[in-house]
């Protein structure tokens, strides 16, 4: 290759050693010494902020640049009533390969490191450039050479020790034996545990992924689980059909949650968790569910019955029973019935027995007063609410409601004439049948009433509109 120089007049001379050593150079530093020299070689004068704005660096960091030169024989920092930077070739303050026999007892423990590949001079002396360039100490700098050797083998390059050192001065900011120890530890622990937890989970024919490595440094590192830990965790999976890392990252996240992080505690956690999944097969078997596994939306439903309403398994039991007996073949039918009873303050079996009994006596009531009124109903909890505020509030018996119940069904809107039957009863003070014939003969203006029995009453059709006296009460079931 042929090189030319055209326009010569402007020209500043760099020195050929200069050039050879600036190539392994940063290239801050090169740019600051290159600037430096130009404006000595034209005998000028810059202000320190000047040069250090030209270049984009601290001031700081350019008396680094040049005690880096320094050190490798271009440059002289002189100390006087001004900061001046002395530029040339210093031959004694110049690094070279006789260096390398000043520090017998540093190469000794970088060469143990590299075991059997013998390190040139060119090589040391670039490792030597860690601690003058990043300024990582000598303990430091064996620490990083370990760890790349950990990583790719003792053949490692050169180039790649480089960007690590780079990184761990300027980015990692590993400035300590300590620090180092912590991240080659970590890395131990991850280049061999990850393989083991995917073993464990029955995953050994690949290498862990790049996800998977995140993964446990966030267990390790950030939750402060150890591997035996996590390798216990591992048995909680059992319930995934394949079993993954995200799989156990999600038992992981639940465990470090309630703060069970120790093996101990995992471990206790297991036996726990086998017996709920023996419960909530149980509970799966009673409303017929018996083919399906126990998944986290039913452990949680699980939880929430068992911690928040503090339920037993007996009462859960009697609970499944009746939503068995009532065609809700779900876990959302379950908790529906579990959290009206605990709503209801129903926590014992005895009580929820009661609870059903009388339920079912109500529903039983309200069904002869729909088909004694002409209403095709099924009997919800709203339709429980307002036979309740007939027979409790208004102080109604079941005879009196049946009756105004049959009156209504003469109405094309039976639903609210019933409302309005027992609604001007209760104004009227009725609470018997015989108080409800004297109403009904008052209303009638004196005129004989048809008895259809003798706890019923015949009404005629209504030849006038109530309907402007009636309170929708089952607008919710769409009347």
């Avoid at 001079?121 to 030597?128: C, D, T, V």
């Avoid at 990582?136 to 050479?145: C, D, G, Q, S, T």
């Avoid at 297991?270 to 909530?280: D, G, M």
């Avoid at 095709?376 to 036979?387: E, F, G, L, M």
Wanted: charged share 30%.
């Amino acid at each position: 290759m042929r090189l030319q120089l055209k326009n010569n007049q402007k020209n500043t001379i760099v020195p050929n050693e200069f050039i050879e050593n600036c190539v392994k150079a940063p290239k801050q530093h090169t740019a600051a010494f290159l600037l430096g020299l130009m404006y000595s070689q034209k005998n000028e004068e810059i202000e320190l902020g000047s040069f250090c704005a030209r270049l984009g660096m601290s001031e700081g960091e350019v008396i680094t640049v040049f005690e880096y030169w320094q050190r490798k024989g271009f440059a002289r920092i002189i100390n006087s009533d001004r900061l001046c930077f002395e530029f040339g070739v210093f031959a004694q303050a110049k690094k070279d390969d006789s260096d390398i026999y000043t520090e017998s007892e540093y190469n000794r423990q970088l060469q143990k490191i590299f075991g059997s590949r013998q390190l040139s001079p060119h090589e040391y002396l670039k490792i030597y450039d860690y601690t003058d360039t990043f300024h990582l100490p000598k303990k430091v700098v064996l620490r990083l050479a370990e760890y790349c050797v950990l990583l790719k083998g003792a053949r490692v390059s050169i180039p790649y020790m480089d960007k690590v050192a780079k990184s761990w001065a300027e980015e990692e900011n590993i400035d300590s034996p300590e620090k180092a120890d912590e991240l080659i530890a970590r890395y131990k622990m991850v280049s061999s545990g990850v393989p083991r937890v995917l073993k464990q989970l029955g995953i050994s024919k690949r290498n862990p992924t790049k996800d998977e490595i995140v993964l446990f440094e966030k267990w390790t590192k950030d939750w402060g689980f150890t591997l035996e830990a996590i390798l216990t965790a591992c048995s909680h999976t059992t319930a995934a059909r394949e079993p993954s890392m995200k799989y156990l990252d999600r038992i992981l996240e639940r465990l470090n949650a309630d703060g069970d992080t120790t093996s101990r505690k995992i471990s206790q956690k297991k036996e726990q968790s086998e017996n709920i999944t023996k419960n909530l097969k149980e509970l799966m078997r009673i409303i017929g569910l018996a083919s399906l596994k126990p998944s986290f939306e039913h452990e949680s439903l699980y939880q929430k019955w068992t911690s928040v309403y503090a339920f037993d398994i007996d009462l859960l039991i009697t609970a499944a029973k009746s939503a068995s007996s009532k065609g809700k073949k779900s876990f959302s039918g379950l908790d529906d019935i579990l959290t009206e009873w605990y709503n209801n303050k129903i926590y014992t079996p005895a009580e929820a027995k009661a609870y059903i009994s009388q339920k079912q006596s109500l529903d039983t009531n309200i069904a002869e007063v729909f088909a004694a009124a002409g209403i095709s109903k099924r009997v919800s909890d709203a339709h429980r609410k307002i036979y309740n505020k007939w027979s409790v509030e208004f102080g109604l018996s079941h005879d009196v409601i049946i009756s105004a119940a049959e009156a209504s069904s003469l109405s094309d809107n039976p639903y609210r004439y019933l409302n309005s039957i027992l609604s001007n009863w209760h104004d009227e003070g009725v609470k018997t049948l015989a108080d409800a014939r004297k109403q009904a003969d008052k209303f009638s203006g004196g005129k004989n009433t048809k008895t259809k029995s003798s706890k019923t009453m015949y009404y005629e059709r209504p030849t006038e509109n109530y309907d402007h006296l009636a309170v929708d009460l089952f607008k919710d079931e769409g009347a």
